[in-house]
C-alpha cells in the first residue's frame, strides 16, 4: 500500500491570524439588483411593497442576519465579532443598489461579510419580487472600500467592470 | 423613473459599537412557567420526570445552547464571546422559576442573551411536559439585572408587571 | 468496575414517530408584550418607531425566522418541512399582542413551532426598545389552538393563567 | 392609549403553501464572475491555484453547503428536502461561469436555492483569491431554468441583462 | 487565456435521489469512549458525575441534537426529516458504548445521522471529562447496523476493527 | 407542593472563564480511518477517488467548517474566535490518519475546536466511502497536543489507547 503526505500546498487551509495586530477595521460591497416594470411600478416612493411584505425592509434585515452567518458560509473566513452591520438601498431606474458596510475590532477584515451583507440582501430583494418578474439579475456585487488592514482599497474612483 | 434613498431613520440597523470600551459585564433574566396538577405530580424533589427525559435537566442544557445562538436569532444583536452562561431552576406550587445569567468581556451588554437563555429553557420545558398540560403558560420573562454598561438595571426591588 | 445500562426512561429521548399518519396540522401561540409609557408613546398608528428601526416589523421576520429554527433550539423536537409561518402584532394600551401561527403536513404537530415563532417576535420587541424601557415584560407565552393532530386544542373559550 | 392591528399586507410573510401538490421541481441558476489577469495566471487547466486550496473545488462544497442554508438565510423561504444540489463551474477570459442547480420533490420551487449556491459558491471564489484581486466582480446572478411549478421559466433563449 | 469545462468526476456532487422511493429507513452506529481510572471514579451507578454535570445526560442530548445538524456538517449529505433520535450508554470497565439509532421515512439513508450523533456524543463525552483525563480516547466509531435502503447491512456478527 | 432548589452541582453548567487570561492557544486533535481494499484501491497517491469527489479534500474543508461550529454542537463550550483551522492528511496501509491543529487567542483552550474538526473530517471521508466500505471505522479520536493554558498537554511521547 502506498502512502502520501497530502501536501498542504494543494489542500484548502485557513489562513493564520495569530500574530497579526487587532485593528477596527470596516469594508463596503455593493450590489445591483435589476428589475422589471412590473416589479419597478410598486415602488412606493420609500420601499418596494409585494404580497410577501416591504421588500426593502425584509432584504436590509436579511442581509444583516447574512452578514452574521458569513463565517459559517465561505469555508475560509474566521469567525469574528461584529461592532457593526450597516445595509442601505437606493432605488432608481429599475435597479437597486444595496451597500453594505460591516466593522469589526480584530485581526483579519470584513470584506466577505460586507459582501456576504449585499448578496443576501440581493437575493432576498429577488425571493420577494420573483413573482413578477422572474428575471430579476443581480450585478455588480463587488468591494467598493476596505480600511484598517495591511493594505487599504478602494474608496475613490475605483472603475467598474461590466 | 422615481429615485429614493431610503431614509436610514426607517430601516433596520445595528448600533454601531466600534468605539465603546471592552468591560466585563453580567445580565440575569428570568421566566416563570405555570404547569397544571398533572405535571406538578411528576416532580420528584430534584426534577420533573416526563417520558422524555428529565425535564429541568434538560431546560438547562437548551437554555445554555440557546443563548449561544442569541446573535443568530435577534436580528439586530452583535455576535461576541460568551465568559460563562448560567442557568437554574426553583420549583413551587406549580410554577418553575428560571433564572438565566450570561456573562461576556466586550463591548456591549449580554441581556438579549440571559432573557433567549431564559426563554428556551422555558420553550423546552413546555415541550417536555406538553403532553399532560398543553396549557402551559410562560409569564414574567424580563431581565432581572444588569451590570458592566453605561447604566446599570435592577438588582434590588424591581416591581413585577402582571 | 463497575457496569450499567443507563435506563432509558430517565434520559432524554425523541418520541418515534415512524408509525403516524402524514396529515395537515396547524398550530397559533401567543404572547404579549407589555412596555412603557415612553415606549408606546413611539406607536406611529401601525408600528412602533425606534433607533433600531421599525419594532414589529423586525420582530415579525425575527419570529418567522426563529420558527424554522424551531427543531435546532428545542432538544427533543423533530425536523418537519413547514407549509407556512404567519405572525401578526396588536398593540394596545401598553401591550403588544403577538400571535403566530405555523402549518406542516407532517406526521408531528407544530405547537412549538408557533411558540418559539412568538417567542423570538416578543424578545426581538424587547431587543429593539429595551433603551427606552429595560423592564419591558412578556407574558402569557402559551398554545392558543392546535389542529390535526390525535387530539386537538383550545380555538374557543380556553382561560387564561394569571 | 391608540389601538392597532398591524395590517398584514404591510407585514412580512411566507406564502401559505399547504394546498399545494408535490411535485419534482428543478431549478437552475448562473453567476459570472470576472477576475484579473493575476487571478487568471493561476489557472491551471482544471482549477485556480491559490495560496488558501483549490479555488473551484472549495467554491463547489460551500455552494452545495449554502444551497442547504437557504431557508435559514431568505427570510420567507420555506424549509424543504433537497433531493439534489449540482454545481459546475466554466472558466474562460477571466470569467468563472458557475451554474447550480437545485431538485426537490416538494409543495414549492428551489429558485432560491439554485440562486443561493450559485452566489455563495461565487462569493467563496471571491474570498479564495481576493489577494490578487481585490476588485473582483460578481455579476449576472440569475435564473437560468426552473421546472415542476405551476409555470416553466427560461431553457432556452432568455435574454441577459446587462 | 485558456477554457476548461471541469469536469464533474473530479468535483464534488450530491448524489441525486429524486427518483428514488420513499421508504422507512434506520441505522445504528456505535461509538466507545475510553476513559482514565480518575473518570471512572466518577461513575455513581446510573451517569459519570463531573464538575459540568451529568455526563451521559448531557452527551445524550448532545448527540440528539448534533444527529439533527447531519446534513449542515457532511457536505454531500441531504437534508431529511427524522421520524426519531435515540441515543443510549453503556458503562464497564473504563470504557462507555454509545449507541445512536436514528430512523427516517425518506428517499436516502440515515447511517452518517446515526454516526454523527455517536461521535457528537463521545466529544461531549470528551469535553465533560477531560479536566480529570486529557488523554480520553474515542475509538470504533461504527455503522453497527442499517435497514431500508437498497442494501442492508450489518445486525449480526460484524467483525470489529482493530 | 413541595419546593426545591436544583443544586447547581447536579446541573449542567458552563465553566466562567470571565476572570482568565488571554493568551495564545493551540491544541492537536487526531483521528484515524480504516478502510477496506476497495476503498484503499482509489488512491491515486494524493487524494481518494469516489463517484462523490475527492475525499480528503472534502474532509478537510468539513473538518474546518466543523471546527467553527464546535460551540454549537458541544453544549457546554465556550463561542471563542478563531485564529487558524488547519487539517491534514496521511494515508497508508488503509489508514487515513487526520490531524486538525485549532489557534484561538482566548480565555479557554482550542481541544474541543481540534477534537471536533478532526471528527468532522473522519465522519465526511466516511459519508464520500460508504459506498465502497460500510464498515468504515474511526479510531484513535484523541488529542495529541495542547498549549496555552493553565497545564499543557502532551507532544511527545504520549502512548496511544487500543
Same mark, same amino acid.
Given at each position: 500500500m502506498s502512502l502520501s503526505h497530502i501536501n498542504d500546498s494543494n489542500q484548502p487551509g485557513m489562513v493564520d491570524v495569530s500574530a497579526k495586530n487587532i485593528t477596527p477595521r470596516a469594508a463596503t460591497a455593493e450590489a445591483l439588483v435589476h428589475v422589471n416594470e412590473a416589479v419597478a411600478a410598486q415602488f412606493d416612493g420609500t420601499d418596494l411593497v409585494s404580497k410577501k411584505g416591504p421588500v426593502f425592509q425584509t432584504a436590509i434585515l436579511a442581509g444583516i442576519m447574512g452578514a452574521k452567518q458569513t463565517s459559517n458560509l465561505i469555508p475560509l473566513c474566521h469567525p469574528l465579532p461584529l461592532d457593526s452591520v450597516k445595509i442601505d438601498i437606493t432605488f432608481t431606474d429599475h435597479t437597486a443598489t444595496i451597500r453594505c458596510t460591516a466593522r469589526t475590532t480584530g485581526k483579519t477584515g470584513v470584506e466577505m461579510e460586507a459582501l456576504t451583507g449585499a448578496s443576501i440582501a440581493a437575493l432576498t430583494l429577488h425571493d420577494m419580487c420573483k413573482a413578477l418578474d422572474p428575471a430579476i439579475t443581480i450585478t455588480q @456585487?463587488?468591494? @467598493?472600500e476596505k480600511t484598517g488592514g495591511k493594505s487599504d482599497f478602494g474608496g475613490k474612483a475605483e472603475t467598474l467592470k461590466s
Open positions: @456585487v463587488r468591494l @467598493v
